[in-house]
């Protein structure tokens, strides 16, 4: 049979173009072709060599055994539903109830179990104690208190578990204090301290014998050997080692168990470097023999110590000792490298015997820092050198100085150079020069070690000689600082020191202005990152000098105006005579001069000591002058011994200088006394002659002054008011 195309056929009946078709034309058209449909069909079929009816008929059967089915299906699920179910529900009981008896058995087996366990434990304690070994009982019974601490459920109940953990824990402790004694057996120590030396003793019995080791395994199953070896590190280090450090001490080994370490106590006392070291071998060679025996995987008690103290042991080491050897000027520097190599052979050692953890642990990290170090190791050396001269005596003296400055011929070919020419005239000679004076030799001690100082510097390297170059200031800071305190009782009482102190500041003052320039020749082709000098000290020392011996000119002043102002001088007004107080005051006055000339005379520059006596004698000349010129009526006696009081003055001051010259050029107030003088014992005709309308010696004086001791010496007569109205 063909293919049959139905839009074809459809196509073919309803002609799209005919529009005016009606369906009833179309009708017969369409059953026609389902006639010739059925037609080809039937034909088709008989000739078709399918079974057709046969297929019907199985078919059918098919049909009818399916519906048996389904009825015996149903059946079945009834008896399911009736029966099967329950019996299934009487299993279910069933299983419950054997839950429970199983549930019940296995909570008896974990209950048998743990007691057959605790059992296992204590056999095995009891195996390890009739073996003597305390490593074997140890961890039995750390195993039998470990195990009952997660007791299986029920077992806690039992007083089976109370006797077991009570028993246990009183064996654990009766074990440990055994093993306790057992080690202070192998390892103990005795410190008997005393007032001059302390006396320490250690005993190590520790070897490679069974007990030992046995003893050495319980401690450290039972986690207390870490316990006690720290206990014995820190002994070691703080008892031992530290005072090795930092005392005299005799390590001795009496014997191969024993050892002996006598600490000697002395104060402000630290022993060398090469000291300490060996006496540090000594101990670590014992220490290693007894203390290096492996007890448990590669662990030796050595190593333990190590651990434990040997980072705390080499910062004090290295703080305390090494350190300490770094020299403080550079020729001993250069030769540190032999100290370093014996520092390097005993870390070495420290390494071999065990006590450092590995070779890349080191105490010689400080070195990398040396040249920091040695500059704050010297720069401490030259500032303690410097406040020891300090502290020293200042009455040894030593003269220095020129007598006069030398006359300098202009250098050969500079004669045509203006600048050379303008530089002469404006620096005096003297800035270069520094008078004959007598200073304290300590201040020539001390310029010697700043000038040692100074050739140090350059030799080092750049932050050496930073370093020491704000030292070299500090030690002028420091002189500042110490001095005037420490000598401030001679200073306030002693002449002599406070000239002497003067004469060191200015001095020291001297040198700075040029040690700057020093400092910078020798410092040649170097680059420097800071300015150099010392001027900015100069003033601050030359005020130091001044400010002390302003405060001793003030307290002689003082000295003088007491001593007249205590006598009848400083009431002549009330007086018809002077007692014997007021000569005896000028008189003291006069001494007091007199010993400040023995004491300053030659230690004072002359020029300085001229100045510094014309300034207490024109202070003393001006307060008798004073106290005569102010009184309203003078007496002829008094002015008689006036007179011859003052006349003394004359002969006496003079003798105060070097040159009695002297007194005239620097002493303002010695004319006017000596025309006092004149006017206490001349005759008012003397006195108008001396004035010449002002024009004469009696100038010194102003009128009022005039006028006032014409007033109080003379009686009220027609002369003294001629002479009066002369002296305006």
């Given at each position: 049979m063909s293919e049959y195309n139905v839009d074809v056929i459809l196509q073919t009946i309803f002609n799209s173009e005919d529009a005016s078709w009606k369906p009833s034309d179309k009708i017969p058209l369409v059953i026609k072709e389902v006639e010739q449909l059925k037609a080809d069909l039937k034909i088709f079929l008989d000739k078709s060599d399918a079974d057709l009816l046969g297929i019907l008929k199985e078919s059918t059967e098919l049909c009818i055994e399916s519906k048996e089915l389904v009825k015996e299906l149903n059946t079945c699920k009834k008896e399911i539903e009736e029966e099967t179910m329950a019996e299934i529900m009487k299993s279910v009981e069933n299983h419950d109830k054997l839950a429970k008896e199983l549930e019940c058995v296995n909570f008896a087996i974990n209950i048998v179990y743990d007691v057959v366990q605790c059992g296992k434990y204590v056999k095995e304690f009891d195996d390890g104690r009739e073996a003597q070994s305390f490593s074997r009982a140890i961890e039995a019974v750390y195993d039998l208190l470990q195990y009952i601490e997660v007791p299986a459920e029920g077992f806690k109940h039992l007083d089976l578990y109370t006797n077991t953990k009570n028993t246990g824990q009183l064996i654990w402790d009766s074990l440990l204090h055994d093993l306790f004694s057992e080690w202070e057996r192998l390892v103990c120590w005795t410190n008997k301290p005393g007032t001059k030396k302390s006396v320490i003793t250690i005993t190590l019995n520790l070897d490679t014998s069974r007990p030992v080791i046995d003893v050495l395994n319980a401690l450290d199953k039972s986690k207390k050997l870490n316990e006690k070896v720290s206990e014995f590190a820190q002994f070691l280090l703080k008892e031992v080692l530290i005072p090795i450090i930092h005392n005299e001490c005799v390590v001795f080994a009496e014997t191969d168990e024993l050892m002996t370490l006598t600490i000697n106590h002395k104060a402000n006392y630290m022993p060398e470097y090469d000291a300490v070291i060996s006496n540090l071998r000594l101990l670590f060679h014992y220490l290693s023999n007894k203390l290096n025996a492996d007890f448990d995987k590669d662990t030796t008690i050595m190593k333990m110590?190590?651990?434990?103290?040997?980072?705390?042991?080499?910062?004090?080491?290295?703080?305390?000792?090494?350190?300490?050897?770094?020299?403080?000027?550079?020729?001993?520097?250069?030769?540190?490298?032999?100290?370093?190599?014996?520092?390097?052979?005993?870390?070495?050692?420290?390494?071999?015997?065990?006590?450092?953890?590995?070779?890349?642990?080191?105490?010689?990290?400080?070195?990398?820092?040396?040249?920091?170090?040695?500059?704050?190791?010297?720069?401490?050396?030259?500032?303690?050198?410097?406040?020891?001269?300090?502290?020293?005596?200042?009455?040894?003296?030593?003269?220095?100085?020129?007598?006069?400055?030398?006359?300098?011929?202009?250098?050969?070919?500079?004669?045509?150079?203006?600048?050379?020419?303008?530089?002469?005239?404006?620096?005096?000679?003297?800035?270069?020069?520094?008078?004959?004076?007598?200073?304290?030799?300590?201040?020539?001690?001390?310029?010697?070690?700043?000038?040692?100082?100074?050739?140090?510097?350059?030799?080092?390297?750049?932050?050496?000689?930073?370093?020491?170059?704000?030292?070299?200031?500090?030690?002028?800071?420091?002189?500042?600082?110490?001095?005037?305190?420490?000598?401030?009782?001679?200073?306030?009482?002693?002449?002599?020191?406070?000239?002497?102190?003067?004469?060191?500041?200015?001095?020291?003052?001297?040198?700075?202005?040029?040690?700057?320039?020093?400092?910078?020749?020798?410092?040649?082709?170097?680059?420097?990152?800071?300015?150099?000098?010392?001027?900015?000290?100069?003033?601050?020392?030359?005020?130091?000098?001044?400010?002390?011996?302003?405060?001793?000119?003030?307290?002689?002043?003082?000295?003088?105006?007491?001593?007249?102002?205590?006598?009848?001088?400083?009431?002549?007004?009330?007086?018809?005579?002077?007692?014997?107080?007021?000569?005896?005051?000028?008189?003291?006055?006069?001494?007091?001069?007199?010993?400040?000339?023995?004491?300053?005379?030659?230690?004072?520059?002359?020029?300085?000591?001229?100045?510094?006596?014309?300034?207490?004698?024109?202070?003393?000349?001006?307060?008798?002058?004073?106290?005569?010129?102010?009184?309203?009526?003078?007496?002829?006696?008094?002015?008689?011994?006036?007179?011859?009081?003052?006349?003394?003055?004359?002969?006496?001051?003079?003798?105060?200088?070097?040159?009695?010259?002297?007194?005239?050029?620097?002493?303002?107030?010695?004319?006017?006394?000596?025309?006092?003088?004149?006017?206490?014992?001349?005759?008012?005709?003397?006195?108008?002659?001396?004035?010449?309308?002002?024009?004469?010696?009696?100038?010194?004086?102003?009128?009022?002054?005039?006028?006032?001791?014409?007033?109080?010496?003379?009686?009220?007569?027609?002369?003294?008011?001629?002479?009066?109205?002369?002296?305006?």
């Open positions: 110590i190590g651990k434990e103290i040997s980072v705390e042991f080499s910062e004090i080491l290295v703080k305390d000792c090494l350190i300490e050897t770094i020299p403080n000027n550079i020729n001993e520097l250069q030769s540190y490298g032999k100290i370093t190599s014996q520092i390097e052979d005993f870390q070495r050692f420290l390494y071999i015997v065990s006590f450092f953890p590995d070779e890349s642990f080191s105490i010689l990290q400080y070195v990398k820092n040396i040249d920091i170090l040695f500059a704050s190791k010297s720069s401490q050396y030259f500032l303690e050198t410097a406040r020891t001269i300090m502290l020293k005596d200042l009455s040894l003296t030593m003269s220095i100085g020129v007598d006069s400055i030398p006359e300098e011929e202009n250098a050969s070919g500079l004669e045509h150079l203006e600048a050379f020419n303008i530089l002469d005239k404006t620096i005096p000679k003297s800035l270069f020069y520094f008078p004959r004076c007598m200073i304290s030799k300590t201040s020539q001690e001390l310029l010697d070690l700043v000038y040692m100082m100074m050739e140090q510097a350059v030799q080092c390297s750049d932050v050496v000689c930073k370093k020491l170059y704000n030292t070299t200031r500090l030690v002028f800071e420091l002189y500042d600082a110490v001095v005037p305190y420490h000598h401030e009782n001679y200073l306030q009482t002693i002449p002599q020191y406070v000239a002497l102190f003067h004469n060191n500041c200015m001095y020291l003052a001297h040198n700075l202005q040029t040690l700057g320039d020093k400092w910078l020749i020798l410092m040649e082709g170097r680059d420097m990152d800071y300015p150099i000098s010392f001027v900015d000290l100069v003033q601050k020392l030359r005020d130091l000098g001044y400010k002390h011996l302003t405060i001793h000119m003030q307290q002689q002043r003082k000295q003088i105006l007491d001593n007249i102002r205590s006598s009848d001088l400083n009431s002549i007004v009330v007086k018809d005579v002077l007692s014997s107080n007021a000569e005896a005051a000028i008189r003291q006055c006069l001494r007091q001069l007199q010993l400040l000339k023995n004491v300053w005379i030659g230690v004072f520059p002359s020029n300085v000591f001229t100045r510094l006596m014309a300034t207490l004698v024109n202070m003393f000349v001006d307060e008798l002058i004073h106290r005569v010129c102010t009184v309203e009526d003078i007496s002829m006696e008094i002015a008689t011994q006036l007179t011859e009081m003052f006349t003394l003055v004359v002969q006496k001051a003079p003798l105060l200088f070097q040159n009695s010259s002297d007194i005239e050029n620097h002493v303002q107030s010695w004319p006017k006394l000596r025309e006092l003088i004149f006017v206490l014992g001349g005759s008012l005709k003397d006195i108008e002659n001396q004035w010449q309308d002002g024009n004469g010696p009696l100038k010194v004086f102003n009128t009022e002054e005039l006028r006032n001791l014409v007033k109080a010496l003379f009686q009220n007569t027609q002369i003294r008011a001629n002479l009066l109205a002369k002296l305006k």
